[in-house]
């Protein structure tokens, strides 16, 4: 039985259809990478695997339950947790209020919360950030400190939606660090959204490619990267020329099938 | 244990503001040695009225950011139920303030279950109409005496009465209320480190957020502003057994529901001193402003001008009120 599973996820907006009959499975412990061009759906497809979007047709099971039907905050009470894209840093929670917020979903103990919150801050090296307020930290700490957040939940499953966008790459290097030693040493799953393609081929163990809300792709790094339509769809001859993954053969046949 | 010893630990606070809260409180408890007139004598009772109504309007607006101007109708519902109860079965107010509460609460469950599927300024507007509504039901209502409204000052003073609360001195309300200001302040202070403390302040930073950590936000907002309701109804009872009179009008108007949501604010909405502040600064200055310029130099209305001054230039300067200015100097220092 595999750990999430989804079958057949669409998902629309009025006449749009945000995720066309999206279907995978992932294990316990694995690191997938979810790519694919802007409006491709990878966050709409997020939202509804963790219930902020009624789903339109569709089932997701997690660790054996139908978890199709439920909301954001049962899913999060469940053990599935997320990052936003966007977050604006407001408010006047300090980084460990924060991250307190999170850890409070499973005790109702003060101290509690607050060991948590410091187990995770350490262990993600943010500690000496705990009395910020996060819109005072400049953005790579920003969106580590998201991460604990989602951590102080205690989930099993993570979804991490673009972390590292406007990084530069000693950053990229440190979040991606975060985000191994999330998944090898906390045993979270984690699943990746990234525009970042030397982090996603990196630390991906597999990697999941939409494409006007489709899925067109789905494989180990090594074979998406030669993927004639995901090259074609997303990652561009260029990418593939620098990388000597082009193959001459599979471009010709790709010409035969264009949509 | 731990619930009692959040309630009293104030840590967290610079040393330099406990020392100011210590000093004033110690100046509340000795204030009536050395009232010289009745006048600031009631004017202190208001204080600590409105810094309890605003306390518990902070719980949902200032820490949930829901901004409710509403409150009105539970001040009145709570108010009623203690001179109802009084008047027709002469039941004492130790029984008629918990019923009040409980009633209150019922009626928050019933109107905060649809109004917080609003957000922002239409939940305000949806808060105000339901106050309105029931303010006029009230008026026409004959049981609770309808436009007129009730009256339950005695026709002779008996000895202090402790069970229904008529007291011929303010001096017996001063300090009835200023334990009551006490444990409110004791409240708050464990309110705002409990979990549903600092779930209210990740909802009112972002909602989408505050879900994806687990957090029933609906649900969430229905219970604080059930806490809220409680709050402010206690303090309705009260209310009425001070001033003795109540009319619907009065007691359930806009104008008591703004002021309450207006103190907060301006003190600073979602901080512990906020209400404390805000109340501290306006009950005296509207006082005394109606009491000099009002009625001794005849310009009715000018207290209304000087605190709609004094909103604008806080709510230009720093959003987040007196309270807001204070941190922000303190976070610059520090850096």
Same mark, same amino acid.
């Given at each position: ?259 | ?271 512990? %001193? ?17 009491? %000099? ?29 007196? %309270? ?12």
């Amino acid at each position: 039985m595999a750990f999430l599973e989804v079958q057949n996820l669409t998902k629309t907006f009025g006449g749009l259809r945000a995720n066309d009959s999206i279907s995978f499975s992932l294990e316990r412990e694995e690191l997938i990478g979810l790519i694919g061009p802007n409006g491709a759906g990878k966050t709409t497809l997020f939202n509804c695997i963790c219930g902020h979007h009624p789903v339109t047709s569709g089932r997701i099971i997690f660790d054996g339950q139908d978890v199709t039907a439920l909301k954001a905050h049962a899913m999060a009470r469940l053990g599935i947790g997320r990052t936003f894209q966007v977050y604006a840093a407001t408010g006047d929670l300090t980084v460990l209020e924060k991250v307190m917020v999170g850890c409070f979903l499973h005790t109702r103990s003060r101290s509690k919360a607050r060991a948590c919150a410091e187990e995770i801050l350490g262990d993600l090296k943010l500690f000496d950030l705990s009395d910020y307020l996060v819109s005072e930290l400049p953005v790579a700490a920003q969106k580590r400190v998201v991460m604990a957040m989602a951590l102080g939940t205690q989930p099993r499953l993570l979804l991490l939606d673009e972390v590292a966008a406007g990084l530069n790459t000693p950053e990229i290097e440190e979040i991606m660090a975060s985000i191994r030693h999330v998944n090898k040493d906390r045993g979270v799953t984690v699943i990746l959204i990234e525009h970042v393609m030397e982090m996603v081929m990196k630390v991906s163990e597999r990697i999941i490619v939409l494409d006007y809300g489709a899925k067109i792709a789905e494989g180990p790094p090594e074979v998406i990267a030669k993927d004639s339509k995901v090259i074609k769809a997303y990652l561009g001859e260029r990418y593939a020329k620098e990388h000597g993954t082009i193959d001459h053969r599979s471009s010709i046949n790709d010409q035969n099938q264009i949509r | 244990m731990e619930t009692l010893k959040n309630a009293v630990d104030f840590s967290d606070f610079p040393r330099i503001d406990l020392v100011i809260a210590g000093a004033v409180a110690f100046l509340f408890l000795i204030f009536p040695l050395f009232s010289a007139s009745s006048f600031a004598m009631a004017t202190m009772i208001q204080f600590f009225m409105f810094s309890l109504y605003g306390m518990g309007w902070n719980t949902i607006g200032g820490y949930g950011g829901q901004v409710d101007l509403g409150k009105a109708q539970y001040v009145g519902i709570g108010a009623y139920t203690t001179a109802v109860m009084l008047l027709r079965w002469d039941i004492p107010f130790w029984v008629s303030m918990p019923v009040g509460m409980g009633i209150a609460v019922i009626w928050s469950f019933i109107i905060g279950y649809p109004l917080f599927r609003l957000k922002g300024h239409y939940f305000a507007i949806a808060t105000i109409a339901t106050s309105l509504v029931l303010k006029d039901l009230f008026t026409v209502w004959s049981f609770v005496g309808a436009a007129r409204g009730l009256e339950i000052s005695p026709i002779t003073y008996p000895p202090p009465d402790y069970m229904r609360l008529i007291f011929k001195e303010d001096i017996y309300y001063y300090y009835l209320i200023l334990g009551f200001f006490f444990l409110g302040l004791l409240y708050m202070n464990w309110f705002r480190k409990s979990r549903l403390g600092f779930q209210l302040r990740c909802i009112k930073d972002n909602e989408d957020m505050a879900r994806s950590l687990g957090i029933n936000v609906h649900w969430a907002k229905i219970k604080t502003y059930a806490i809220a309701t409680a709050f402010v109804s206690m303090v309705g009872s009260f209310h009425v057994c001070y001033i003795k009179v109540i009319e619907p009008v009065d007691i359930m108007s806009l104008d008591l529901s703004i002021l309450i949501a207006l103190m907060a604010m301006l003190g600073g909405a979602g901080s512990l %001193w906020g209400p404390i502040i805000g109340a501290g600064v306006l009950i005296p200055l509207r006082s005394y402003l109606k009491e %000099w310029l009002g009625a001794a130099a005849g310009l009715v209305g000018i207290d209304l001008i000087f605190y709609a001054l004094i909103i604008m230039i806080v709510s230009a300067f720093e959003p987040r009120g007196i %309270w807001g200015i204070v941190e922000k100097v303190r976070r610059r220092k520090r850096r």
